[in-house]
């Protein structure tokens, strides 16, 4: 596609459920980011994967968290036993290979843990 | 791990007026990148600076580098209304994740 697409936009969940948001890069991208941000508060870093590589998991937040990308493209970010804490922004990123080129953002998934 | 930091927090300015926010890094970077967030959502961005560039321009966007001070400053000439958004540096190494400050809240009353 055109741009970096998430889904679901919006998601509400109930404590302790899990949760899977889905992240489309930029097709050819081969660095994919999720980062965490809270309402009116800056961006956090989850994981970073880059190629073939091993990813960069140094940001996950607990256990409860992971992520995997399929194939080089699509990337799942998986929250099991969701708390009332996980609500926030999470937003995803890709770009191409080599340093200095522009990252692109998607909208975001809205969750919201009741 | 590298860390940008914006100053202020947030800003108030009369429309026509220019906005100037600061960022501050720890650490080495290749390049500096400034993002613009509206609403909440996702990030647009604005300018890149390289390591070895000094000062560059983009529109009614300025954008200097001091990697003596680490430190970078975004500009925003004749500010507009619609320039009212939360503005965030990043820090950027090859093969590493961007690292983002908690960024500016700029407002530009009509």
């Known amino acids: 596609g055109a741009g970096v697409s998430q889904s679901p936009s919006n998601k509400v969940t109930e404590k302790g459920k899990d ?6 890069p930029i097709s050819g991208h081969t660095a994919l980011y999720w980062y965490r941000q809270s309402l009116g508060q800056g961006l956090e870093f989850l994981i970073y994967f880059q190629g073939n590589s091993a990813p960069d998991k140094s940001g996950l937040p607990s256990d409860r ?11 799942t970010l998986t929250i099991q036993r969701t708390q009332q804490e996980d609500s926030a922004v999470y937003l995803c990123a890709s770009r191409a290979s080599g340093a200095g080129n522009t990252i692109y953002f998607g909208e975001g998934s809205w969750l919201t843990v009741v | 791990s590298q860390q940008g930091e914006e100053d202020p927090q947030a800003l108030s300015i009369q429309e026509g007026e220019n906005a100037t ?8 970077i290749n390049n500096l990148q400034w993002y613009r967030q509206n609403s909440g959502r996702g990030l647009v961005h604005l300018i890149l600076i390289r390591s070895n560039e000094r000062e560059k321009h983009s529109g009614r966007l300025r954008v200097t580098l001091d990697t003596s001070k680490k430190s970078s ?26 690292v983002f400050g908690k960024g500016t809240r700029l407002s530009v009353i009509a």
Request: hydrophobic letters at 35%.
């Open chain 1, 19 to 24: 949760v899977e948001l889905r992240c489309d």
């Open chain 1, 65 to 75: 968290f992971s992520a995997e990308r399929t194939g080089g493209s699509v990337s």
């Open chain 2, 21 to 28: 926010m600061n960022c501050s890094y720890k650490t080495s």
């Open chain 2, 73 to 98: 400053s975004l500009l925003i000439t004749a500010s507009r209304a619609a320039d009212t958004a939360s503005y965030f540096c990043a820090t950027d190494q090859l093969n590493t994740p961007l």
